[in-house]
């Protein structure tokens, strides 16, 4: 009778568990590192200094109660790291546009890297090469369906482990 004599603080203490054991697995504490993305291949260069980066991070989680449409999806921040590895940029990736486009940064040509949070799977850390006068694209917000996705191919795609391609690969 000694066990069932305290059966009421049996219960919010295997909830307490329950629930830290769901909000562990509610966290992806993977940090991915992808291959380099460039931009297209087959684009043409420019005769430009720069090139443009555009990310599609993963959704903002949180509710922006200050948005008048509150259903429309906002793409998170990023960090852009120069190829050393020194901080240039938290990139604030929400345009503010009805149409939900992420901010585009020109940057002078060269490699970077950015830190991101790609849906489904953390944190993602992506190098990137900007080319004079191309735009660089990444696509993290998962479930986009590339108007080219025939030209991919296992050479020219980064991939994220489920197979979702995040952009091309940087031309050789």
Known sequence: ??????????YPIGALVVSILLAGCAFDHRNLTLTPVGPAWGQTAVASATGTLTVYSGFKVNADFNNPDSSRREYSNYKLY???????????????????????????????????HANGYGIV????????????????????????????????????????????????
């Open 82 to 116: 120069a190829d050393d590895g020194k901080l240039l940029q938290l990139v604030q990736n929400d345009t503010g546009i009805a149409l939900s486009s992420p901010a585009a940064v020109s940057l002078a040509v060269g490699t970077y890297r950015i830190v991101a």
């Open 1 to 10: 009778m000694l066990v069932f004599s305290n059966i009421k603080n049996i």
């Open 125 to 172: 850390t992506v190098p990137v090469v900007i080319a004079a006068g191309n735009n660089t694209i990444l696509h993290l917000e998962g479930g986009y369906t590339w108007p080219n996705e025939a030209e991919f191919n296992q050479t020219n795609a980064v991939r994220l482990p489920d197979g979702a391609i995040v952009g091309w690969r940087t031309a050789k």
